[in-house]
């Protein structure tokens, strides 16, 4: 089993719909989670952390499943400028692992 | 201001040559890191150091040998390029703990 998992899509949607991304790991001891960003052709940048409670930003939430290990990203009312690859990211004090990344396309 | 810097952002070389690349940080973070993508978009770590001092050393070649003059800089040098080794290498800085991370815009070299 890889130590992150997820989907590489590509996830086709609408404008305006709601899409949600799973990432699981293998590492029960992994102690921090991310998502990050990547353009086409550019860097990843810092989305945001995950936490147990979960968290939000504006149309982004986060959420952090320990028991069944696997942290999960909703984008609601999406749009044109999400399309992006978005890369989940585990890490345990040793190590940094990325996922292979959820490839979005927003549709108009 | 750019926080992270490489440079150069394009390398296009011959196979055996050795190159360098340059990565600065105007962050003031403790921990350093080189990243490898491939063709297959696969984000890999290659090093990490903190404070100038190797943390972690993934199985990567000894072709490649990280070298971290002082905190703001780490430089990635590359003896005898092989074709495999072409991708992007993206430098990354955070501070220690945190484990966020912020990313140069990555060197792309292509080994021919």
């Known amino acids: 089993r890889k130590e992150v998992e997820q989907d590489p899509g590509p996830f086709n949607v609408p404008e305006g719909a709601t899409v949600a991304f799973n990432c699981t790991y293998s590492n029960s001891a992994s102690q921090s989670f991310f998502w990050y960003r990547q353009d086409c052709r550019k860097e990843p940048k810092l989305l945001m952390s995950?936490?147990?409670s979960g968290n939000e930003d504006g149309r982004f939430t986060a959420q952090l499943n320990r028991a069944s290990q696997y942290i999960s990203l909703l984008i609601r009312d999406s749009k044109l400028s999400d399309s992006a690859t978005y890369l989940c990211?585990?890490?345990?004090?040793?190590?940094?692992?990325f996922g292979i990344g959820t490839k979005l396309q927003v549709i108009p | 201001d750019t926080a992270v810097s490489q440079t150069p952002k394009y390398l296009v070389t011959q196979m055996g040559n050795d190159k360098s690349i340059k990565c600065e940080q105007n962050?003031?973070?403790?921990?350093m890191y080189w990243y490898k993508q491939d063709s297959k978009k696969f984000l890999k770590i290659m090093f990490s150091y903190n404070n100038k001092e190797l943390i972690i050393n993934e199985t990567v070649p000894n072709r490649f040998s990280p070298k971290s003059p002082d905190k703001a800089h780490l430089n990635l040098h590359i003896n005898s390029l092989e074709l495999g080794d072409s991708a992007v290498y993206f430098c990354a800085t955070g501070p220690t703990g945190a484990r966020e991370q912020f990313f140069g815009p990555g060197t792309r070299l292509t080994v021919l």
């Open positions: 995950v936490y147990s």
């Open positions: 990211v585990v890490n345990t004090l040793q190590k940094v692992t």
């Open positions: 962050l003031g973070h403790d921990t």
